[in-house]
Structure formats: C-alpha cells, structure tokens
C-alpha cells in the first residue's frame, strides 16, 4: 500500500469478521418459498465507497435492478472490476472525487468478486438477490429480514468463507421468528 500516497492504513484481512462470536458481513437472503411474482427493487441505491483503498462494505447485496452507487472518497484513481458469472463483466476506472457510478445488475448471482486493478489487495463481494427479502449482518451479527409475508421458506446464510447455510423457517401472520446460524471455525 506504502506504493501509493492515495492509499492510507493497513488494510486487514475482512474474510472473518467476527467479534465475541458474533459474525458480521454474513450474506442472509430467502433462498426458497416465495412466489413466484416479479418484485420491484427498490429505489434507493446500495452504496460502495473505496475509502482508503478498500471497498466499504466488504460486503454487500443488491436486488436484481437496484441502482448500485460507486463512489471513490479517496485521493488516488481506482478501478472497480466486478467479475461476475451471470451478468455482464466489466471494468471502470474512477477518478478521485468524480461522479458516482452507477449500475445495475440484470441475473441473480451471489458473491459476485469485485476487484481494483490498480491495488491487488481492494476486493469485496457484491450478491445481486432476485427478492427484497435479504441483509448484511451488523457487527453485533444480527439481521432483520422485515416485512415477510407468511409462508414457509429456506433462509440461507452465506459467509465469504465458510460457505452457504440453509434452514427452513415457517412465518405465520404477525409473527415475528428468531433463525441463528452457527459457523464452526
Ligand atoms: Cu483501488
């Protein structure tokens, strides 16, 4: 990082992070039991800044068609190159300071990588759900998934590193329903 005066810190590795066994940067979406019905994303956009030379989040999901907002806070050119499977790759230099970028994606795909060439350790994970119904969790490892309609559903749970959980969760009108999820180091 000393190589580039934009870049400031050290940048630690964000694949764990966890904090009195509470994981936070946990992917949860509902993987199974909605209808089949088209949903609206929502307006508002999903924001990734590159804020000394690391991508904040780390990790973050869009709905299919949300406006996702790349905004570079740093004094140093990068790059954002999301390399996905489903959806189109591309590669966009931003200059410091400049318009946001903003993009959409059109396929669901989890863990999209998203690279800067110009500093090999700047790397995130972008998932592109095709339901509203998904978080991040916060540091203290929680998630709220509101507004889920009754149903039976398979909520999923995936961690940069230890891979996809899955449990079945039936909702009931007005009900309110705690899932944990426990990884094993
Ligand atoms: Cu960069």
Not at 3 to 29: F, M, R, W
Not at 69 to 92: A, R, V, Y
Not at 116 to 137: D, E, K, R
Not at 140 to 152: A, I, Q, R
Request: include cysteine.
């Amino acid at each position: 990082m000393s190589n580039d005066p934009g870049c400031k810190g050290q940048t630690e590795s964000e694949q764990v992070v966890v904090d009195d066994g509470h994981l936070a940067n946990v992917l949860i979406y509902v993987k199974q039991g909605l209808p089949e019905a088209a949903y609206d994303p929502p307006r508002q956009n999903v924001s990734i800044k590159q804020e000394g030379c690391r991508y904040v989040p780390h990790i973050a999901a869009a709905m299919v068609g949300q406006p996702v907002q790349f905004e570079d806070e740093d004094q140093t050119l990068h790059n954002i190159h999301p390399m996905p499977k489903n959806n189109p790759e591309w590669n966009q230099s931003q200059m410091p300071h400049s318009q946001p970028l903003e993009k959409s994606f059109s396929q669901p795909e989890l863990m999209i990588p998203v690279k800067c060439n110009q500093h090999p350790w700047m790397h995130m994970y972008l998932s592109v759900i095709g339901n509203p119904y998904f978080a991040i969790t916060s540091k203290d490892g929680k998630f709220t998934l509101p507004g889920l309609p009754p149903g039976t559903y398979t909520i999923a749970a995936v961690q940069e590193k230890y891979g996809e959980k899955t449990q079945t969760v039936i909702v009931g009108a007005k009900e309110n329903k705690n899932v944990n999820f426990s990884y094993q180091p």
